[in-house]
């Protein structure tokens, strides 16, 4: 058994054993901009269950500008590409992420330790603004 392995075993009893504390939250995969506009375009609505960690947190953006994280969302299943062309999958900054009392932000980072077999993340962590 593999490193690999042993990391997605622990996954996936991370899982089993937070399910009581993981909440629904609705993701809206960006697929573009209204023709002509700067209007963005979003998927179907998908129903993703995560932990969510309240932050107050100041970040400095690559851009330069200061943004306070509000969350850190935890995904733990795998969440699919979209297939949508020019976005960044499976989670683009782009997307938007409601949480249950109908708050969202932007989506300030996606990271996560990349599964060699898959070559995505084992898991994503979200900053959310």
Known sequence: MGLDSLVRSGIATIDGITKSLQ???QHEAWIGNKAGYSD??????????CLIEPKNT????KDGKEIVQRFQL???APVSPNGAAYRAEPIDPRDRLT???????LIMDVRG?????TNRPYMYEVAVG
Do not use: C, N, Q
């Open 40 to 49: 963005p375009l979003y998927d179907t609505v998908v129903t993703r269950k």
């Open 58 to 61: 100041l970040k400095v953006a």
């Open 99 to 105: 949480l249950p009392d109908g708050s969202w932000g």
């Open 113 to 117: 330790l990349t599964d060699p077999t």
């Open 23 to 25: 909440v629904s939250v």
């Open 74 to 76: 935890t995904l733990i």
